[in-house]
């Protein structure tokens, strides 16, 4: 009888793989040759294409995210125009297949160009599309969501001197991604976030129609500008006000080590750079036994040396510290190093390191000062085997000035300081099993210093730890999205449920952690 059991479990489950196999055949088929009417076949890749594998390789930003047991797409598509996309959407309707959004490969948890359950999807890879047009005289832009932050910085630089954009610090990274997150870098306190200064944007619906800011409504707009772009639709294009910048801007790095009071140094830090000159900006990154204060400054040296002085004297800062430049020479000066120039924005490449290095990052926010008995005792933790390092980026200034239900982005005023934790391991030789259980090990020690009621958190670093979505009749499953969309969003976690059930009612556009319909899910 056991036998029998196991021959007739044996043979369901061989049926079972059989009929899910010719289901993504089908579903695949379907969607090809729905795409052959529309979209240029060169622009299309599936798994036997030659280019497909490098293709999708090559954002890649997370090598753990390349293994062969990693739940890959049947299908990748390079859109070329607004069309493509349409097309692309309607077609993955028709067939059943979803669509993932690829703009710079950066999230954290690799959702843009893999799946953590496996079922079939298609990867809409927005890298040809990926232009910027600055306009100096009315100080605004255009950009495509495939293009770079590095890309759309250096265009910035080229049209005028005088003019910039508060996004991040890494130039490899998609501005589709980073926009539709929030975007914060080193002009936060003075300009907010990168969705601060959004001022128009073109997205494609799940009924595959062109919308801009007027026709996709302003909760929709609303929403697409820190909630997360992909769970709306496919944002094609960003319209964003660029900022004055001076012609002379001072940036600094000075590493203090634990020897030459570090702890002391942090824990001042905390209490004065939140509350400096807007034009100034301090960030800490802790690795090891050193701290790097990392600074700029819209201005000049002559200006920065008595503020630094009267205001933050125990980093010791002196004027041999100074380096000063335009603002575009700062941005591949802070975040390549000293060797760096404004052409390197424009490489696309992954490097060997990223390629060869995986990595698992998560994020919290403080709102009261970590005393110095805890500094001293993180300090401690940071000198371990294979522990991490934290990345601290003051608040303050402007981020704090725009109020908390104005964007879906929360984290403003009462916010002292973001952290950033990340832990990297050589692929060749490790499975990331221990740096991985080192992240979680000190978030977890650090959850008595940071927000609590919710545990704040960062949706561009993303962490599937927080919590995944629960799939109920086809629909992500609202109440369960709030274990970790409350992390994120706060309060606004349910207007944005409500917009997702404006434009995408059916749940087309979802992933592990998108925005699950309000309507729907009740």
């Known amino acids: 009888m056991a036998m029998v059991k196991t021959s007739l479990a044996l043979i369901f489950a061989f049926f079972f793989f059989c009929y899910a196999s010719t289901t993504v055949s ?124 590095g890309e759309l910085y250096y265009a910035i630089g080229k049209a005028s001197n005088l003019l ?36 128009d944007a073109v997205l494609v619906d799940a009924k595959g129609r062109l919308l801009n800011k007027n026709t996709m ?21 960003w319209q964003v006000r660029l900022v004055p910048v001076p012609p002379k801007v001072t940036v600094f790095n000075v590493p203090v080590t634990a020897s030459q009071g570090a702890v002391d140094v942090v824990t001042r830090w905390q209490q004065v750079a939140p509350s400096l000159p807007e034009d100034l900006f301090i960030r800490v990154v802790v690795q090891q036994q050193t701290a790097s204060f990392q600074s700029l400054f819209l201005g000049t040296c002559d200006a920065l040396v008595p503020v630094m002085s009267s205001r933050f004297p125990e980093l010791r800062f002196s004027r041999s510290d100074c380096r000063e430049m335009t603002w575009i020479q700062s941005v591949p000066y802070i975040y390549l190093g000293s060797g760096s120039t404004v052409e390197d924005l424009l490489n696309r490449s992954n490097t060997a390191s990223v390629l060869s290095t995986g990595n698992k990052a998560t994020s919290d926010y403080v709102r009261q000062a970590i005393p110095r008995a805890t500094w001293a005792s993180i300090f401690s933790q940071l000198a371990q085997p294979n522990a991490g390092l934290m990345i601290l980026d003051p608040y303050g200034g402007q981020i704090a000035a725009v109020p908390e239900a104005a964007t879906p982005y929360p ?28 992240i979680r090990d000190f978030y977890a020690f650090m959850a008595p210093h940071v927000s609590a009621n919710p545990r704040e958190a960062y949706f561009n670093y993303r962490d599937l730890d927080l919590g995944v979505n629960v799939v109920v009749g086809n629909v992500s499953s609202y109440q369960a999205g709030m274990v970790w969309g409350q992390k994120y969003f706060k309060g606004n976690y349910q207007r944005l449920a409500m917009a997702k059930a404006q434009i995408d009612p059916d749940d087309y556009f979802r992933n592990e952690q998108s925005v699950p319909p309000f309507a729907m899910s009740k």
């Open 26 to 149: 089908s579903q695949q088929d379907a969607f090809l040759k729905c795409l052959s009417a529309s979209i240029p076949s060169q622009l299309v890749f599936t798994p036997s294409s030659a280019s497909f594998t490098p293709l999708l390789k090559f954002s890649i930003r997370n090598p753990k995210f390349f293994s062969p047991s990693t739940v890959r797409p049947v299908v990748i598509v390079t859109p070329t125009n607004a069309s493509h996309v349409q097309a692309t959407v309607l077609c993955g309707r028709q067939s059943g297949l979803r669509i993932r959004v690829r703009s710079g490969g950066h999230d954290y948890e690799g959702l843009s160009y893999r799946a953590v359950r496996s079922e079939p999807f298609a990867v809409l890879d927005m890298s040809l599309l990926r232009s910027v047009r600055v306009d100096a005289q009315s100080a605004t832009a255009w950009v495509d969501s495939g293009a770079q932050l």
């Open 164 to 199: 910039g954009f508060p996004a991040g610090l890494c130039p490899t990274v998609g501005v589709g991604g980073h926009f539709s997150g929030g975007g914060f870098g080193m002009l936060l306190r003075k300009y907010g976030m990168a969705i601060d200064n959004v001022i």
């Open 217 to 237: 409504g302003s909760d929709v707009f609303w929403a697409i500008r820190g909630g997360g772009g992909e769970s709306f639709g496919v944002v094609v294009s």
């Open 411 to 438: 984290h403003r005023a009462g916010v002292l300081y973001n952290i950033q934790y990340m832990n990297f391991w050589s692929v060749a030789t490790s499975d990331g099993a221990v740096q991985t259980k080192w």
